[in-house]
């Protein structure tokens, strides 16, 4: 199994910055894909940001130049780089981990979540 955990987040002017950390351990050898999503107060948990072990990394349309993911293998982390913050990006982020349990069965893991509010 696998353990997130987060941190980075806070409050912030909008045009400003932030970096999200994710620290994972356990079977980190199993994770496939890891992303960054985000849930405001009454709507659902969206996908931010994913990176995969190859370095492949998508965004939604939202916050394309803007954030940028990123992953350190020797630290186990990844890093969601904000910047160019919006109100609308005030929301509990948490790190998602896709691993491989089985030839027929992965797991999801989540970290804690982290708040960023963005407010003038």
């Known amino acids: 199994q696998v353990q997130l955990v987060e941190s980075g987040g806070g409050l912030v002017q909008p045009g400003g910055s932030l970096r999200l950390s994710c620290a994972a351990s356990?079977?980190?050898?199993?994770?496939?894909?890891m992303g960054w999503y985000r849930q405001a107060p009454g709507k659902q948990r969206d996908l931010v940001a994913s990176?995969?072990?190859?370095?492949?990394?998508d965004y939604v349309d939202s916050v394309k130049g803007r954030f940028t993911i990123s992953r350190d293998n020797a630290k186990n982390t990844v890093y969601l780089q904000m910047n160019n913050l919006k109100p609308e990006d005030t929301a509990v982020y948490y790190c998602?981990?896709?691993?491989?349990?089985?030839?027929?069965?992965?797991?999801?893991?989540w970290g804690q979540g982290t708040q960023v509010t963005v407010s003038s």
């Open positions: 998602n981990c896709k691993s491989v349990v089985s030839i027929t069965r992965n797991s999801d893991y």
């Open positions: 356990g079977s980190i050898f199993s994770i496939y894909l």
């Open positions: 990176i995969t072990n190859g370095g492949t990394t």
